[in-house]
């Protein structure tokens, strides 16, 4: 069968049956999932592409116009990622920062990996229920892509501290000790030399995040709403520009997705989006990788 | 700020006679401000920390305290042993939870079933037998595979498989448990083959060239000697792969037909995240505060499941 059996002894019948249907075996389950691969992405693309024009990215839905557009979904998406990574910046790089620079009590550090844990183990849905609770009810932020961001905080948290802490634990222990020695103190010491050199780790958590956002749905659902229509962000006075920037609802690219699909059965749109979607996720993987491969080469 | 290093040389003490030595007092103040800068900072970090614990306070409170009412109400036994889910049933609704905690165990089971040896022969496939090129190629593609968001599953699920099952068994309607553990099989592929690959690259070399010296093929080397020595992380990859299957409420919403029937492969079902995601919506009063119970549940379980994986996770690192 292969060269090396020719100078050892010849297998029993046994060992052969075996070892054949093994490889077999293998080579069936990486053929399998290559075809399914292959299906998947080619299906999507198949379907989706025909549906796709500038003018389906561009505009808004319009039912005298018969106008199908997503441009409403793009805009919550992006103003979704926007807000989450404001706010879980700060958040998830100081809490890596606790946890690799500061934290000297050991139970402390355990009990916060266990949160972490527990909460990258949580399905979606918990948070989209959590968040709504919350959120939009007991702070009273009502359904709203603001309080999708606060639920989407609370997901992304343990890929953020995990990522910087990773990077940071990278920076070499001869930098701290030069710095302080020079008489910089602590929070001096990780401004100027520690986050400066683990800014890739921080970039590529940032990556991985804005993946999740981008294909998180049951949460948004939630909290955020199901509106296809362009939502209000503007306004004639500050007050109400302020209400309506931050109060501001609708349906991101997987919810619309959903409605196409579930709701209203309108699938060449469904597909559409999907492809949008797809095209999203491989770029977050070069990304992702890319930021990677720098990360690794420091 | 030119004494600080000397100072720091000399020991506190040191520091504190240099200071006050030294002509120049606006080092005193400035030092103070620096001082102060880091204990706030210091304050911050610590809260940043504490954030995950809060998180986690806050969820577990919410779940407990949201979830008790319709338990109290409906009996925990009719709850959970309950085989009628019908909250909205005008004048006598019934509350049982039963068909979907067995749906969604079965789900997982079948996904689990089909999806971990499968994902298991590919990382073997990826990690050993593989030329390295190849396999680098095709672990970009499965990664790519794990960025597709859950909807595009189940948008490709009810477009390709629910149409395909209707016509293969020749029913009425193809939602059915099957196409949803299909589905649930192909979106855990990812993770478990990311994980088992993990776990098999680290196996120490000696032991396999030790393995292929005493005359095994190689394919008996990776089953016999390299599979048995990555067990706990390849425990882990399942472990990691109920969790995710377990949560899954999107894709299989729009594939499992939503009725709240007792499991059976080709009947339309509602697992416990379809019943919370498909409900919520319009649901009123005790029909609300029963899904509020069924997500109290479906906690339970992701608890029991994570406390699992981190003893297999832990297991998998002492062992190394």
Same mark, same amino acid.
């Given at each position: ?298 | ?174 939602? #059915? ?18 994980? #088992? ?124």
């Amino acid at each position: 069968m292969n060269s090396h059996e020719s100078i050892t002894a010849p297998l029993s019948a046994r060992r052969r049956g075996w070892n054949g249907a093994m490889r077999v075996l293998v080579y069936a389950a990486a053929a399998l999932i290559c075809a399914l691969l292959a299906f998947l992405i080619g299906y999507i693309l198949y379907r989706g592409v025909p549906n796709l024009s500038w003018q389906f990215l561009s505009s808004e839905e319009s039912v005298i116009n018969d106008i199908q557009g997503i441009f409403p979904a793009i805009v919550n998406t992006v103003y979704v990622i926007f807000w989450t990574l404001v706010i879980i910046l700060p958040l998830g790089v100081g809490s890596a920062i606790y946890l690799t620079e500061y934290a000297t009590n050991r139970k402390l550090v355990s009990v916060i990996e266990f949160a972490t844990e527990t909460l990258s183990g949580m399905p979606s849905i918990i948070f989209a229920l959590v968040g709504m609770m919350v959120f939009c009810q007991t702070l009273g932020l009502g359904t709203s892509l603001m309080a999708g961001a606060f639920a989407l905080v609370m997901m992304t948290l343990p890929t953020i501290i995990r990522t910087t802490q990773e990077s940071l634990k990278t920076v070499p222990q001869s930098y701290r000790e030069g710095s302080l020695a020079l008489g910089s103190g602590k929070w001096h010491m990780i401004r100027t030399v520690v986050l400066p050199s683990s800014i890739d780790g921080i970039v590529t958590g940032c990556i991985l995040a804005i993946g999740r956002i981008v294909g998180e749905s049951a949460v948004l659902m939630f909290t955020a709403g199901m509106g296809m229509r362009m939502a209000n962000f503007g306004g004639d006075s500050i007050g109400e520009f302020f209400s309506n920037f931050f109060g501001a609802a609708g349906s991101t690219l997987t919810v619309s997705l959903y409605v196409y699909a579930k709701e209203r059965a309108d699938f060449d749109e469904a597909f559409a989006v999907a492809v949008v979607l797809l095209a999203i996720a491989f770029l977050i993987n070069l990304a992702a990788k890319f930021a990677g491969k720098k990360l690794k080469k420091n | 700020m030119q004494a600080t290093p000397r100072a720091k040389a000399e020991g506190k003490d040191a520091a504190n006679v240099f200071v006050q030595e030294d002509p120049a007092a606006g080092i005193d103040s400035k030092r103070g401000v620096k001082d102060a800068m880091e204990n706030v900072m210091k304050g911050v970090f610590v809260a940043c920390g504490l954030v995950a614990i809060a998180f986690v306070l806050v969820i577990s409170v919410y779940l407990v305290i949201s979830g008790i009412p319709a338990i109290r109400e409906v009996g925990l036994w009719n709850f959970l042993a309950g085989t009628n889910w019908e909250p909205a049933h005008k004048t006598d609704p019934s509350f049982g939870i039963l068909p979907m905690i067995l749906t969604s165990v079965y789900g997982t089971a079948g996904a689990i079933i089909i999806g971990v040896p499968v994902g298991f022969l590919m990382a073997v496939f990826l990690s050993k037998v593989a030329n390295k090129k190849a396999a680098a190629v095709i672990r970009e593609v499965v990664d790519l595979l794990a960025g597709i968001p859950s909807v595009v599953y189940g948008l490709v699920g009810m477009m390709v498989l629910v149409p395909a099952i209707r016509e293969a068994f020749n029913l009425p309607a193809g939602d #059915s448990l099957f196409a949803a553990i299909i589905v649930l099989a192909i979106m855990i592929l990812p993770s478990i083959i990311s994980v #088992s690959e993990t776990a098999l690259n680290a196996v120490p070399r000696e032991y396999e060239e030790a393995s292929l010296a005493l005359g095994a093929t190689e394919l008996e080397t990776y089953f016999r000697v390299s599979a048995p020595a990555a067990k706990s992380g390849i425990a882990a990859a399942v472990v990691l792969g109920v969790g995710r299957a377990i949560g899954e409420a999107m894709a299989i919403l729009m594939v499992a037909g939503n009725v709240a029937n007792m499991p059976g492969l080709l009947s339309s079902v509602k697992f416990l995240t379809t019943a919370i995601a498909g409900e919520m919506g319009y649901a009123g009063d005790l029909h609300r505060q029963a899904l509020f119970s069924i997500v109290l549940v479906l906690f339970l379980f992701i608890m029991l499941i994570n406390a699992a994986l981190n003893m297999f996770l832990k297991r998998d690192k002492e062992g190394n």
